[in-house]
């Protein structure tokens, strides 16, 4: 009379033990299955994306980069070129996602860092065979900036002291001639 | 018995040199002007630093070699190859200045790359370069493509003898006009002409593309110039990647072809004798030498399926090779491209085009089509020769501007200069393979470094051992100057050293 209940309680705790591990696999496998997902989140760099085009072609990549040079609009898309720091990588992106760029790297501004979620293409069909990436969503993650240009007085002064050398040896050459 | 170079030699080398040495610091006004323009400071001060060093280094040289005496052809080849070497490191002060190159080295590598119209690069951070040092490597590529000397021959000078022997040591042995000067004269005014019409055609479809209207005309200027002399700089980083347009590809096409031609056919072509064109034994070999290059590339990139539609394959394939051939090394795909993607097959094909290059009195590298032109026709003479009967007489005819009859001097000279160039490639694919990179890389940057093309496959970068930096440099000079004038060099140290 005594034993029922704890062959009951052992057969509960069985029971207790397969669910976690069938909960436990079910969250393995759902693991796995996202784990492309939750990779490709991690912004790739140039470098990786050029090596290993094949690898990529078709997929959603995250690039992040400067954005550098001219917003060159085509009709409803644009182009914007992204530089990582190692390669700039061209972005095709709908007009309405290029709004948010404020600045574009040059040598009298940063460029807006942007964190660009697309389609990748080693060879796209749609623009000559380029390498692109097809822009879906795009994110500031550090704003561009007016970089002031301030004068550097070793270089003023290097001028001021050569621009004397040279026209003592200019009125030299002249004294001669004469 | 070698003789030991007298006084007189060094101070004409010292005299003319300085006087090619200010020639060439006036050109920093250009780039001067264009930093006051953007308003621009510390590049600005940077290109003054550099035009008074290299104005007291040639006013110095001048002053102290003081000579009235012509120069002789030993002399005026070894001005020559010196102006080139003393322009490679005056013209790198404004660049080293700037903090876009890591070394002065680094400086010197792009200032040859520029002067020689090769158009490889070590610049760090390219997209942020002043407006000012970005014209000054595209201006330095124009001025090296048209010749260092001429252009003094065609501004800073009224006229010496001895012009001739600098114009022919600067790998240029055909007169365009009577006159030396008048034929440097003429190059400029093809080469200004051309540029007006090319970056305003640029500009244009830079306009077009969607490019700021000041931007659209700047990189239409630097392009054309990078292009026409067959260079390969561009303002941006990734190359012509940058516009992702068809009409500038296009455009470039033809601006690369129209700076591989000999400017003795524009000449023509500008007189109206149009006919040159279809009967030249140089632009019927170019274009012979396009299509078989073209062949191996297109059959080893679709081994590999590398592009899936035709129209890729041709966009592709044809734009490196036509880049390649020119000796422009202008690329729509990255230089890791080449070697991760690109069949071997395809490789070579590029390769053989580097190697062979343009025409003669243009502004290529590499072997040239009319040397290869000659070649095939002395090969052609010899195969008759043995299959006629023995007392046919074989005379082998091309047409060159003129019916000229094809003899063993200028069949020995095409050979000599040829082997020269196959010589320069094995050396550089050696010692790249000395560094460790494969035979193919190696045969690949070296081809391009000599042939002064530009096309890279990821062995130029920053971190190259510096050993290969001067390797390239060196090709880059030697390719240039066509051999002649460098051998004149050795010689003349070999003698102030050993001689008596």
Known sequence: ??????????????????????????????????????????????????????????????????????????????????NDGENAIGIWLPNSLVKETSYTGSYKSKGDVLEITGIFHRACTEHGGDLDIHGQAIRKTSPGRQIQERLNPGKRSLAIILLGILSLVWISTLLKRK | MILKPRLEDIKNIGFYLGRIIVGLGLTMLVPILIGLAFGEINPTLDFIIGIEITLIFGLILQKVCFTEKDLNWMQGMIVVSLSWLVAMALGAIPLYLSGHWKSYLDACFDA??????????????????????????????????????????????????????????????????????????????????????????????????????????????????????????????????????????????????????????????????????????????????????????????????????AIVLFRKGFYQLISGHTGTGYQTIYAAQFINEWSDLALVGVICAMAL??????????????????????????????????????????????????????????????????????????????????????????????????LSCGITNVNMPAALKVTYILQMWTGRLEFMSIFTLIGFLVAAIKGK
Not at chain 2, 157 to 176: H, L
Not at chain 2, 371 to 400: C, N, Q, S, W, Y
Request: hydrophobic share 45%; proline share 2%; net charge positive.
């Open chain 2, 357 to 454: 290059g343009g025409a003669v009195c243009s502004t290529t590298g590499a072997i040239k089509m009319l040397r290869i032109g000659i070649i095939f026709k002395a090969l052609k003479e010899d195969l008759k020769r043995i299959m006629l009967p023995e007392r046919t007489i074989v005379i082998e005819k091309f047409h060159h501007i003129k019916k000229v009859f094809l003899e063993d001097r200028q069949v020995r000279s095409a050979l000599l200069i040829t082997l020269s160039y196959l010589v320069l490639y094995g050396l550089g694919t050696i010692i790249g393979m000395f560094y460790g990179y494969p035979f193919l890389n190696a045969l690949f940057e070296s081809t391009s470094a000599a042939a002064n093309v530009g």
């Open chain 2, 112 to 309: 040859m790359s520029g002067f020689a119209t090769t158009g490889l690069t070590l610049t760090q951070d390219l997209d942020h370069l002043p407006y000012a040092h970005n014209l000054w490597r595209h201006l330095i590529m124009f001025i090296g493509g048209q010749g260092i000397v001429i252009i003094t021959l065609s501004f800073f000078v009224r006229g010496f003898s001895g012009a001739f022997k600098m114009y022919v040591g600067e790998a240029r042995d055909e007169k365009i006009l009577p006159n030396v000067i008048n034929t440097s004269r003429f190059i400029w005014l093809v080469s200004i002409t051309y540029l007006i019409l090319g970056a305003l055609a640029l500009g244009v479809v830079g306009i077009l593309n969607g490019m700021k209207s000041v931007n659209a005309f700047f990189h239409g200027a630097c392009v054309f110039m990078a292009a026409f002399d067959t260079g390969g700089f561009t303002p941006q980083s990734q190359n012509i990647l940058y516009y992702h347009s068809l009409p500038y590809e296009v455009l470039t096409v033809i601006i690369m072809i129209l700076g591989a031609i000999n400017f003795k056919l524009h000449y023509h072509i500008w007189t109206g004798n149009r006919r040159e064109i279809y009967k030249n034994i140089e632009t019927v070999t170019l274009f012979i030498t396009i299509m078989i290059t073209f062949l191996i590339t297109a059959v080893g990139l679709k081994q590999f399926g590398v592009y899936s539609q």
């Open chain 1, 1 to 82: 009379m005594m034993r029922k209940p704890k062959v009951k309680r052992q057969k509960a705790k069985v029971h207790n033990n397969d669910f976690i591990f069938y909960f436990y696999l079910v969250l393995l496998t759902f693991s796995f299955l996202l784990l492309p997902f939750i990779c490709s989140a991690q912004p790739l760099s140039s470098t990786e994306l050029i090596k290993n085009a094949r690898q990529y072609d078709g997929k959603t990549v995250v690039y992040e980069g400067e954005v550098i040079g001219d917003i060159m609009r085509r009709g409803d898309y644009a182009w914007i070129n992204v």
